[in-house]
């Protein structure tokens, strides 16, 4: 089962592979969990197919999958000796936080491993199944076409965007009423959509390795950005673009225990050493206009880069139309995140603040990965046409 409380895409079953299946399944329960490492499950089984032990990965630092699978197989007092493992993710084969998976699994007997992906971790990617051949383990990996790898690379979609690309998998979620709009004329935006759709929202907040909003929210909402309304292990990190530092000592998003990032273009030594004194780390990247002279606002794309050598996956945007039409503008965006309300309030504040397009052809092409009512309102999961293909 996914965590209580979560209503999200990418685990659906069907293959026929039922160990296959129940691994995704128990990677599922890893969801909210094991940030910044993949989410990954493993089931071993008996040449008759019954499961010996099953497992998912653990917070970061602890236990993967497998080692979880093969505990769980003692506990139960069976041997593994001969069996099969069937795992979401190749077994890594490298010294991280923890030791190599590959070699747990051939020094406990394990005969052959099915696994639905390659691990893009450069560390990785295909070491963990030489070692594991080299050892006389029997090894399949599932085709990328197959239904279990696709699902798979969706639970980990952040994860395969940070090795692959260096940057984050960027979700901007936006709630608004049908006409589009986020707020009022007069900025009131509390609450356009349902109770079940914030639920829902914070269930999406819980799966990024961080949270990410503009200063123009900050100082109007005062905003916590946290995860509250869904039960969690861990509080996502939070980013704040920040370009003058104008973010308020006693803005109530401090929270202990939490990470906090803060952008700026425009250096502010006394300020940045009081938030630093919060616990936030100031992060100085000023961005330029395309004659070379500064822009006063914050590189957005080299944030990007900055965060994915800061090991965020998911990175989960909640900002106004500004912030919101710059990733737009820049390209940065992968995905909306997009709950409809049905109402309509005529002039407001946008959804994203872009252009003006001068021929339909530039406009930001989609595809609708989902569609579905949550409580009274329209949830809409719209992808970038072509971000995932890497």
Same mark, same amino acid.
Request: glycine residues 8%; aromatic residues 4%.
């Given at each position: 089962m996914v965590p209580k409380g979560i209503n999200q895409e990418g685990l659906k079953w069907g293959a026929p592979d039922v160990e296959g299946e129940t =691994? +995704?399944?128990? =990677? #599922? $329960?890893?969801?909210y969990l094991t940030s910044p490492n993949p989410r990954v499950g493993c089931v071993l089984t008996a040449t008759d197919g019954t499961i010996l032990g099953q497992g998912h990965t653990q917070r970061a630092g602890g236990p993967h999958a497998e080692i979880m699978a093969l505990r769980d197989a003692a506990e139960r007092g069976h041997s593994v000796v001969g069996a099969t493992a069937y795992v979401t993710l190749e077994p890594c084969s490298h010294h991280g936080r923890t030791g190599p998976c590959c070699d747990a699994l051939v020094q406990a007997g394990i005969k052959k491993v099915v696994a639905t992906n390659t691990d893009p971790n450069p560390l990785v990617s295909g070491q963990g199944f030489a070692r594991l051949r080299a050892a006389g383990v029997e090894v399949d990996v599932l085709p990328p076409e197959h239904p279990l790898a696709i699902q798979s690379r969706e639970l980990n979609i952040g994860f395969f965007s940070r090795m692959v690309r260096k940057t984050p998998w960027v979700r901007m979620k936006v709630a608004a009423t049908l006409d589009g709009k986020t707020a009022l004329a007069n900025g009131v935006s509390q609450w356009i959509t349902s109770p079940e759709a914030r639920t829902d929202g914070h269930a999406w907040r819980a799966r990024a390795c961080a949270v990410l909003t503009g200063i123009g929210t900050v100082l109007q909402d005062r905003p916590r950005l946290d995860v509250r309304l869904v039960e969690t292990p861990r509080q996502p990190h939070l980013v704040i673009v920040d370009s003058n530092l104008e973010t !308020?000592? *006693? =803005? !109530? +998003?401090f929270i202990a225990g939490r990470a906090v990032f803060i952008y700026a273009a425009a250096q502010n030594d006394a300020k940045s050493t009081a938030l630093q004194a919060l616990g936030a780390t100031v992060i100085y990247l000023p961005g330029t206009k395309p004659d070379g002279s500064p822009s006063g606002k914050v590189d957005l794309a080299a944030m990007l880069r900055d965060l994915g050598q800061r090991e965020i996956n998911e990175l989960h945007l909640e900002a106004g139309h500004k912030l919101n039409g710059s990733?737009? $503008?820049? #390209?940065?965006? *992968?995905e909306l995140l997009v709950y409809l309300a049905p109402k309509m309030v005529g002039m407001g504040a946008d959804m994203a603040s872009f252009g003006p397009l001068t021929e339909l052809s530039q406009a930001l092409p989609l595809t609708f990965k989902s569609t579905g009512m949550v409580g009274p309102d329209l949830r809409i999961v719209a992808r970038v046409t072509g971000r995932d293909d890497f």
């Open positions: =691994a +995704l399944q128990l =990677a #599922g $329960r890893s969801l !308020p000592l *006693d =803005a !109530p +998003l990733f737009i $503008r820049e #390209g940065l965006v *992968d």
